[in-house]
Structure formats: structure tokens, C-alpha cells
């Protein structure tokens, strides 16, 4: 799972590895260590992550708990968990210093899937999941046009949901792989900051690739 820039990936040189990692000595926080993984298993966690990685702007407490729904205590709370585990620090005091700003601990953060962490992960994956399903939900329910079945025929069209299957060799997956991770990185904000422009729309993405004798097993 990656925050910031494309799910579950092997470290990369320049990483900054494992479970109470220095935060922003490098460009990137990858974590593998299961009980910071089970950290990540919380709705709310997560949506945090998720906007300090993209904006890359620092936040109170009393801000982010504004914008999800909780208490500035209890959100306080989980930024100290998430600061354990490496994926959020502590900035310098901004404006009148009277509270303590967050921010996220590199420019990007991958979250690698390792033998002793799978349950942990499981349990990530599930809150994803049903966080993807809430927002699929709300934008189908949003949505009052009917449906046009050759709408994904169309230039420039964007699917909230599509799934299909590829048959690949070894070489096509790699450079599938690479050239989906070349648009992701033209296109992040974390990368190009300009991306964010005034007309700019947030859109969510998510990728899964899996391999087909997964119904075998």
C-alpha cells in the first residue's frame, strides 16, 4: 500500500525502513513490521494518513479532528500512534505555537507486506476496502444519470469501477507495471505540486492486480 505517489511494494534504495524509522530523512517511509501495519487497521487513521501524505502540509489535531468527526483528544491520540510507528512527526510550531502542528513523515509512504505481517495486513486491506465500498456507494447513489453502457468507450472517460482480466507474460507484466507507475508519478501531487491547480479535482484510485491462480487455491 502506498500513500503519497502508488499497494504493498518492496523497499526501494533510499527508503526509510521498518517500525519507529527516522522521519524525513529521506524521501520515503516504508514500514513492514506487523504491529505498525495493525496501527494502520482504523478508518479514521488512515484518512489522516491519507491527507498528510497528499497535501504534505502540516495540521493540528483540533484541525484534522475537525474534518473526520472526533474530538481533538481523541484524535490526538491517534496521531500519537501513528507517530510511534514512524508515519507521522512532529513539525516546527507554526502561527501562535499554542498547539502542536503534524505532519507526514516523508513524501511518501509504502507499507510492505511481509510473512509475519499478513493478518495485520488483512486487516488494513479490509478497512480499505470498506472504505473504497462507502465511496462507491455515495457516488452511485450521487449520481442521478442514468447509466450509458458505452460511456467507457469515450475519450477521456474515467470509471469509478471496472475489472477485467489480462493474460501477460512475464516481460508485459513488468512493463505494465512500469508504465502504470510512470503515469501515477506525472500525475501525484506529492511529485508535481502543480497538479493541484484551482480547477483540479480530487480523484481516488485504486489498483489491484492479482494473479489468476488464486482461484485454485
Not at 110 to 124: E, F, K, N, Q, Y
Not at 135 to 152: E, H, I
Not at 201 to 213: A, E, I, T
Amino acid at each position: 500500500m502506498t500513500k503519497g505517489a502508488a499497494p504493498f511494494t518492496d523497499p526501494a534504495p533510499g527508503e526509510i525502513s521498518g517500525a519507529g524509522a527516522p522521519a524525513g530523512s529521506g524521501d520515503r517511509v516504508n514500514i513492514s513490521d506487523a504491529r505498525a501495519i495493525r496501527a494502520l487497521a482504523h478508518a479514521v487513521r488512515l484518512k489522516v494518513i491519507e491527507e498528510l501524505f497528499d497535501t504534505q502540509q502540516p495540521a493540528t489535531a483540533t484541525e484534522l479532528a475537525q474534518r473526520h468527526g472526533l474530538t481533538p483528544s481523541a484524535m490526538s491520540y491517534h496521531l500519537r500512534a501513528l507517530e510511534k510507528w514512524g508515519f507521522v512527526k512532529r513539525s516546527a510550531n507554526q502561527g501562535d505555537g499554542r498547539e502542536r502542528h503534524w505532519q507526514a513523515a516523508a513524501g511518501r509512504l509504502d507499507v510492505t507486506s511481509v510473512a509475519d505481517s499478513r493478518a495485520a495486513t488483512l486487516g488494513v486491506v479490509d478497512v480499505e476496502l470498506n472504505d473504497l465500498r462507502q465511496r462507491l456507494s455515495k457516488y452511485v447513489k450521487r449520481d442521478k444519470q442514468a447509466p450509458n453502457p458505452d460511456t467507457w468507450r469515450q475519450e477521456g472517460h474515467l470509471a469509478a469501477l471496472s475489472t477485467g482480466r489480462f493474460y501477460l507474460t512475464e516481460e508485459q507484466r513488468a512493463d505494465l507495471g512500469r508504465r502504470i507507475g510512470e503515469i501515477l508519478l506525472e500525475f501525484s501531487p506529492t511529485t508535481n505540486p502543480e497538479n493541484r491547480g484551482e480547477d483540479a479535482q480530487k480523484l481516488y484510485y485504486v489498483f489491484s492486480f492479482l494473479p489468476g491462480d488464486i482461484d485454485d487455491a
